[in-house]
C-alpha cells in the first residue's frame, strides 16, 4: 500500500467498489433520493403496521388553572395550556416574533386528570401524548381544533 501511495501502481491500493443501495442519481431522475429511518423500518419489519408516529414530548410551564368541562356525550375533558421556550436558533441569525409556544393540550383520562389538578399555574410540567384534531358542532356550524392529547403528565418543578 506504501508502494501505491509513493507513486506505484493505484489499481493496487484500490479496494474492491462494494454497493450499498443502488439508489438512482436525484440529478438524473428528478426525483428526491430515497431516506431511510432505521427505528421506522425495524418497526415496519416487527409489526407490519406503517411507519407512521405520533408522539409529542412537551417541557413547559403551565399557563393557567386547567379548565374542566362535561362534554354533551356526558366525557370530562379537561383542557390547559402548556407555555414552551422555543429552542436556540442557528448561529448568525436573528430571532424576530415570539420566543415562546402556546400550545392547547387537553387530558381525557382519568389519571393525567387526576394528576394536573394537583398541579399549579407556573409549574414545569413534562407531558407525552399526541397530536390530534378534534372535530364538533358548533352554533356557527362545523368546528375544530388541533392540540396535545396528553397520556402521561409529571410535574417536574413546583412553581411555590
Not at 13 to 22: F, G, K
Not at 81 to 104: K, Q
Not at 128 to 141: D, I, M, Q
Amino acid at each position: 500500500m506504501a508502494a501505491a501511495k509513493a507513486g506505484g501502481s493505484h489499481e493496487a491500493a484500490r479496494a474492491p467498489a462494494t454497493i450499498v443501495d443502488p439508489a438512482p442519481n436525484p440529478a438524473r431522475t428528478g426525483k428526491p433520493a430515497p431516506t431511510k429511518n432505521l427505528a421506522a423500518t425495524k418497526n415496519l419489519a416487527a409489526t407490519d403496521d406503517s411507519a407512521h408516529i405520533n408522539e409529542v414530548r412537551l417541557v413547559g410551564r403551565l399557563a393557567a388553572d386547567p379548565v374542566r368541562r362535561e362534554l354533551p356525550s356526558g366525557d370530562v375533558l379537561v383542557s390547559f395550556r402548556l407555555v414552551v421556550e422555543r429552542g436556540p436558533i442557528g448561529r448568525g441569525v436573528s430571532r424576530r416574533g415570539p420566543t415562546v409556544d402556546t400550545l392547547d393540550c387537553a387530558a381525557w383520562g382519568k389519571d393525567t386528570q387526576r394528576a394536573l389538578s394537583r398541579c399549579l399555574p407556573g409549574d414545569v410540567l413534562e407531558i407525552r401524548g399526541a397530536l390530534r384534531r378534534r372535530f364538533w358542532r358548533s352554533p356557527t356550524g362545523a368546528a375544530s381544533r388541533s392540540e396535545i392529547e396528553t397520556t402521561k403528565i409529571r410535574r417536574l418543578v413546583s412553581a411555590g
